[in-house]
């Protein structure tokens, strides 16, 4: 059974910084690309941040700059460093993955809440 688990949310000042961590088991993580999406109140879920199986990356304009994503194929994590925060950045993060086989992301985890204070 695939399992993602998300962690490291919690409520922080505009300007400061938080680290999400996501936990993979159940699958082979090495053949999975892996995202972090956000959902604000009201809003549709948006990606975030994505990372190939072979370290490839991608950043939504609206955090380029500001936050990193990285993987560690040894421990199944993937990481999203989160700075310079914003208000907007409050929002529910989700980690997912995605099958090389794949053309869509298969799993999710349960979400982590992210809340930046003006």
């Known amino acids: 059974q695939v399992q993602l688990v998300e962690s490291g949310g919690g409520l922080v000042q505009a300007g400061g910084s938080l680290r999400l961590s996501c936990a993979a088991s159940?699958?082979?993580?090495?053949?999975?690309?892996m995202a972090w999406y956000r959902q604000a109140p009201g809003k549709e879920r948006e990606v975030v941040a994505t990372?190939?199986?072979?370290?490839?990356?991608y950043l939504a304009d609206s955090v380029k700059g500001r936050f990193t994503i990285s993987r560690d194929n040894a421990q199944n994590t993937v990481s999203l460093q989160m700075n310079s925060l914003k208000p907007e950045d409050t929002a529910v993060y989700y980690c997912?993955?995605?099958?090389?086989?794949?053309?869509?992301?298969?799993?999710w985890g349960q979400g982590t809440q992210v809340t930046v204070s003006s």
């Open positions: 997912a993955a995605r099958a090389r086989w794949s053309n869509k992301y298969d799993y």
């Open positions: 159940g699958l082979s993580f090495g053949n999975y690309a």
């Open positions: 990372i190939t199986s072979g370290g490839g990356t």
